[in-house]
């Protein structure tokens, strides 16, 4: 079965320094997987996706994800950190029925 | 411009009623889904339909009741056999099939629905 494991559920950084956002996976086969982004009372937006091609992934905003098979991770990173990125962030997994899987989020807060 | 609506933004219920959640798109789309959303849980899918008249159940039907009578619409009903209702809810909309969803990712979500029971 598949599964997604978000390892924090806050994550707090400085306006300009980095971003990071941790998402392991599980899966039984070459799985695809995907970060979206959630801000306060509105719906989900698709930041960006694997689907076995690159490993490297581009997203909007200047967000980019890694795929780390020998790790099982898909870590969410930005260089410097804005005061807009604050929101909640999902990442997900696409399961053996085609339904996609959501990890339990992780809530970036941007301190000034 | 395209886009998913869902009204209410709010609502408020008693116990004992039912009440229902209305999610409309106009991006064409043949797949449409219900999400319920609580803190530290992430989305749980209630019921996804991939074509009119059609319609299945998610990880969390029950309580719930669904319709697709029309492309565009896909109402969610609450009912009072719903334990805990008091939840965000989030109605999503894909291109093409769930097997086209795995490759792509992509749903195109509403600004949701927040339910409160007194």
């Known amino acids: 079965a598949q599964s997604v494991t978000q390892l924090d559920s806050h994550v707090s950084v400085s306006e300009g320094t980095p971003v990071l956002l941790r998402c392991n996976y599980s899966s039984s086969y070459s799985p695809s997987l995907f970060w979206y982004v959630q801000h306060p009372n509105k719906g989900l937006q698709l930041l960006l996706k694997?689907?076995?091609?690159?490993?490297l992934v581009k997203g909007i905003n200047g967000f980019e994800a890694e795929f780390k098979k020998s790790e099982t991770s898909f870590h969410l990173t930005k260089p410097s950190a804005h005061m807009s990125d604050a929101a909640e962030y999902f990442c997900v997994v696409s399961g053996a029925t085609n339904k996609l899987i959501f990890g339990t989020g992780t809530l970036l807060a941007v301190q000034p | 411009d395209g886009g998913i609506t869902q009204s209410p933004k709010y609502l408020f219920r008693k116990e004992g009623q039912n009440v229902t959640l209305s999610c409309e798109q106009n991006?064409?789309?043949?797949?449409m889904y219900w999400y319920r959303q609580d803190p530290g849980q992430g989305l749980r899918l209630i019921y996804y339909?991939?074509?009119?008249?059609?319609?299945q159940k998610g990880d969390i039907a029950e309580g719930y009741s669904v319709s697709r009578e029309k492309k565009e619409s896909f109402p969610l009903t609450v009912t009072s056999a719903q334990k805990n209702p008091t939840a965000f809810y989030l109605c999503?909309?894909?291109?093409?099939?769930?097997?086209?969803?795995?490759?792509?990712?992509?749903?195109?979500f509403g600004e949701g629905s927040r339910l409160t029971v007194l």
């Open positions: 694997y689907t076995s091609a690159a490993t």
């Open positions: 999503a909309s894909s291109k093409g099939t769930s097997g086209d969803l795995a490759n792509t990712g992509e749903l195109f």
């Open positions: 339909s991939q074509i009119v008249n059609d319609f």
């Open positions: 991006l064409n789309h043949d797949a």
